[in-house]
């Protein structure tokens, strides 16, 4: 450690930093537009520039490690003049269009015009012409609100591995596009949409259902159910002011039953019909020798990744679909059965932390009769903007609980929403199904925090497992590398396609940091702690639906509803 | 001689990124264009995205994503060109084979592309067609030129 100045006051540096982490720790805050934490600086967007005595120009503090003894200004009018001047001619580029975008309010590029008192047009010019591309079924770019700051690009490829987006043209023309400027549905995109976590503006934006859900909301004919992935309840409290991490699930099921839906599913119900699948289809590889190290499969974009990157691991990924999708199809077999509504007329709603989730539901093979399992699939985001624009007030509600059978949950299926989770709630089961005994301590530490690739081994009984838990693609191409290369005894592998998991997941609220993710983190991990069931084949309805319905795990009818199998996908790679 | 794509990138084992615009220059000059297999095949041979590719690719003038037309049409835009007008021959060459500059029309007969300076000065602003100058054209003399070039794809010579 050394001492540098900042604006007369004395700072620790820590040796080998740049200067923008020294002013962080400090508590100045330089603006940046292009900053992503943990990876190389580019320097893309100058708007972190200050002035070092000694230097010229103004400096780039992302990219500028600190020395000891340096002087820096950190506000000068000139490092001001310059950070605004910027802004106004990005704004000469833009849009303008604040009213009418979803990122009103939630916008980097607005709040630094604001900051920076920006108050007249002072440079106009050509704006640029773009189309907006909505192919996708989940994520809508358009380029006219783009400032090209990269960061897209850059999570995209370096944390996702992925690569399906990247600069294109050159100079006033450039843009950001895929390989042959082409929609986003026929590139190599999987949907994750952490590219939308990282835009500073609007150019990015989830592909919005709120329209057909306020529909199906308001047709006397239809049946509306909603489910939440398990990790929306520790999120959707920071929509509203809530501090990060709180955990909402009453209020939330109030809200869901205010905004007009019939019935309150939570989706940590089918993680745990997950986990009894799952656990039995581990067991069943273990004991038969079949394709293994077996690999999770309730993370959509994971999935697309392994048909297009890696199809030799098809057989690997895990037949079970993915929470959201058993959840669809049990309530329109078990339950309309049960309830003797008609599937056509039921309209099955999901509110997920993710945007890959939308690009899932409507996934062919996961129909059935022509008719989709999940109707509309909303981020957490959208439910934000759907309760204030119905005017709820979650600090003013009381708590309510979630509508049986599947309402009901242990914490196993809880911990779906956390990196690591699946594998532990997996390993519980399995423990079970193998020795007949539950596990004396149902917690893996080694499978929890929030690196980005976790192993360990477990014992059951005289079995002994290798298990990894990976998050970000970027990591899971490394652990795929590897297990090519025949560098791994590993049997179980849980991927989970956002870094952190569905915490961090590509649908969650804007403008998280590390901080706010482990804040979430640890909620899951404390409702887990505090829960009387720990284990999914502990979940009462759980076994209720497989003696009334489903027979058993792995059995014709499970096989059937629960299911289903994969592709190879031909893209521009 | 005509080499395959194989055979070119044969002749980059082991190559790396640093490779990219060599390869992508060879495979040009060989297919006339970079087409979506080609760029795909280099990208698995050089470990690189199709969309990294296509960036430094359309970062260049000088790649083009189309096959080249029967006709081959180059406008000059260089400073000469540009003060005797050049642009207003390349708004109307654009409008009227309806394409942008680095493409093909659909037909697949006339292509068109920009190009800095023929070293034609004296006959600015200049085109080439397949080789042949124009000199001193107009947008008007354009209209012309290309309706005669019309004629020629219609009775297919």
Redesign the interface.
């Known amino acids: 450690m050394f001492t540098i100045e900042v604006n007369n006051r004395e700072v620790e540096a820590k040796p080998g930093e740049m200067i923008l982490d020294t002013l962080k720790r400090a508590g100045v805050k330089v603006p940046t537009l292009c900053h992503l934490p943990g990876l190389f600086p580019s320097g893309a967007c100058r708007m972190c520039v200050v002035e070092i005595d000694g230097i010229p120009g103004l400096t780039p503090s992302c990219a500028y490690p600190v020395r000891e003894g340096m002087k820096i200004k950190t506000h000068s009018p000139r490092a001001i003049r310059a950070r605004k001047t910027i802004v106004e001619l990005l704004l000469s580029d833009h849009p303008d269009d604040c009213l009418y975008c979803v990122r009103n309010k939630n916008c980097d590029l607005q709040d630094l015009a604001e900051e920076l008192g920006v108050r007249e047009r002072r440079y106009t010019g050509a704006k640029s012409q773009y189309n907006i591309d909505s192919s996708s079924p989940a994520i809508i770019r358009d380029p006219a609100k783009c400032i090209l700051c990269g960061k897209c690009v850059r999570v995209c ?1 370096e944390i996702q591995g ?9 100079g006033s023309r450039s843009q950001i ?5 082409e929609g986003l549905n026929i ?2 995109c999987i949907k994750c949409g952490q590219c939308i976590v990282v835009c500073p503006t609007g150019a990015l934006r989830e592909k919005s259902y709120i329209k057909e859900v306020m529909n199906a909301l308001n047709d006397p004919e239809k049946f509306v159910v909603v489910q939440h992935a398990p990790s929306i309840s520790v999120t959707l409290g920071e929509e509203f002011g809530l501090k990060p991490g709180q955990d909402v699930m009453g209020i939330m099921t109030a809200a869901l039953r205010r905004l007009g839906f019939d019935r309150v599913f939570d989706t940590a119900f089918s993680a745990d019909l997950t986990i009894m699948e799952e656990a039995s289809e581990l067991v069943h590889r273990i004991q038969t020798g079949g394709p293994l190290p077996m690999m999770t499969s309730c993370s959509p974009g994971w999935i697309k990744f392994v048909e297009q990157f890696y199809p030799e691991f098809i057989p690997n990924l895990s037949t079970c679909k993915s929470p959201q999708q058993m959840m669809g199809a049990i309530i329109k077999t078990y339950y309309s059965e049960t309830q003797g509504i008609d599937p056509a007329n039921i309209f099955s709603v999901s509110i997920m932390p993710c945007t890959a989730k939308k690009f899932e539901a409507e996934r062919p093979e996961l129909a059935r009769n022509g008719m989709a399992d999940i109707d509309a699939v909303l981020t957490t985001r959208e439910l934000a903007r759907i309760i204030r624009m119905r005017g709820l007030d979650l600090n003013n509600m009381t708590p309510e609980g979630a509508d049986t059978p599947f309402g009901e949950r242990s914490s196993a299926g809880k911990l779906f929403g956390v990196s690591g989770g699946v594998m532990e709630a997996a390993v519980r089961s399995a423990h079970y199904f193998l020795t007949g005994k539950e596990l004396t301590n149902p917690k893996i530490q080694e499978l929890r925090g929030l690196d980005g690739i976790k192993e360990t081994r477990v014992k059951i009984g005289d079995l002994e497992l290798g298990l990894a838990a990976v998050s970000g693609l970027g990591n899971a191409r490394k652990l795929l590398d590897d297990i090519k290369a025949g560098k791994k005894d590993i049997q179980f592998i849980e991927v989970m396609t956002c870094p952190g998991g569905c915490i961090a997941g590509g649908g969650q609220p804007l403008s998280a940091n590390i901080e706010t993710i482990m804040a979430r983190m640890k909620m899951l991990y404390e409702i887990d702690r505090d829960a009387t069931v720990t284990e999914s084949h502990n979940n009462k309805y759980i076994k209720k639906i497989y003696k009334e319905f489903l027979g058993e795990p792995l059995k014709e009818k499970s096989h059937e509803i629960l299911h289903t199998h994969y592709h190879k996908r031909d893209v ?2 | 001689m005509n080499y395959t794509l194989d055979d070119i990138l044969q002749k980059h084992p082991h190559a790396k990124r640093d490779s990219l615009i060599p390869i992508l220059q060879e495979v040009q000059e060989q297919e006339g264009y970079l087409s ?1 297999e080609a ?2 095949k280099i ?1 698995e041979h050089l470990n690189l ?7 430094v690719a ?3 003038n000088q790649f083009r ?1 189309e096959p080249l037309g029967k006709y081959h049409i180059q406008i000059c835009r260089g400073t000469a060109c540009h003060v005797k007008g050049s642009s207003k021959v390349l708004d109307t060459l654009q409008r009227e084979l309806k394409i942008e500059a680095g493409k093909t029309t659909k037909d697949g007969e006339i292509s068109l592309e920009v190009v800095a300076c023929m070293g034609a000065c004296g006959l600015a602003p200049v085109i080439s067609i397949n080789g042949e100058f124009f000199a001193g054209v107009t947008a008007d003399k354009v209209k012309k030129i290309l309706k005669s070039y019309r004629r020629k794809v219609t009775e297919n010579v």
């Open positions: 490829e992925v690569s399906a987006i990247d600069f294109i043209n050159r596009g895929t390989a042959f400027d590139s190599s521009l790679m | 979506k760029v795909k990208g995205s199709t969309s990294k590719i296509y960036g359309t970062f260049y994503f």
